[in-house]
């Protein structure tokens, strides 16, 4: 287990600095796998900045994952939609809502701040954990369609069946432990709290832990 994000993120550092080289950009997933990005950034010398893929929610049901979107990628499951029924109107409907939610998020954490050019560099994609990967494949689709030479995903725990399949996304794939049975992220943590927005902001502009 990790104690809490930050000591997850510290141990991640030391794994992603064996496979990141010199020329690393991390990004981190808001919000929680940004202090966990944040202590790898530390570890390792690398910038820090942030990538805000969302989920594409279910009718009725918002945590169900009908995939999901970065800015200018989008990644959907076409077999549960079919399965579901779920018509094209609600789809566009939910995809504009999240990609709306995307650019109020990275305009809030960025602030004035622009954004880290990633061009050529690694791009390690940080995040807490993994369950299914959905918005993990967003992040790394995003990476490489802007520009990324090698794209890292980089997570402190996440079930061996995800881990087989983003490493088809991912040039390398780093998780320190990848537990079966697997139910939730949190469970391989002490101290799992909610991250604010405000603790995101402080967190990009390099003030600390959370």
Do not use: C
């Not at 609600?90 to 990633?118: D, H, W």
């Not at 996304?169 to 991250?195: C, H, K, N």
């Amino acid at each position: 287990m990790f104690a809490d994000r930050w000591e997850a993120g510290e141990r991640l550092g030391l794994a992603v600095s064996e496979v990141a080289g010199d020329d690393a950009i991390v990004l981190g997933i808001p919000r929680g796998g940004v202090e966990v990005a944040a202590a790898v950034s530390e570890s390792i010398g690398a910038p820090l900045d942030v990538v805000v893929p969302r989920k594409v929610g279910a009718p009725g049901n918002p945590e169900l994952g009908l995939g999901a979107v970065a800015e200018g990628v989008e990644v959907l499951d076409h077999r549960l939609i079919e399965l579901l029924g779920v018509g094209e109107a609600y789809l566009r409907a939910e995809i504009g809502a999240q990609r709306e939610e995307i650019r109020r998020r990275t305009a809030l954490y960025r602030g004035l701040r622009p954004p880290v050019a990633i061009q050529g560099k690694t791009v390690v994609v940080v995040d807490d954990g993994v369950a299914t990967g959905g918005t993990a494949v967003a992040a790394l689709r995003w990476a490489r369609a802007n520009g990324g030479g090698r794209v890292i995903l980089a997570v402190p725990v996440a079930p061996p069946e995800a881990v087989r399949r983003l490493r088809d996304e991912a040039d390398e794939v780093v998780a320190l432990m990848t537990p079966e049975p697997f139910q939730a992220v949190g469970q391989w943590y002490g101290r799992f709290s909610q991250i604010t927005d405000e603790q995101v902001i402080a967190l990009l502009a390099g003030r600390g832990e959370a």
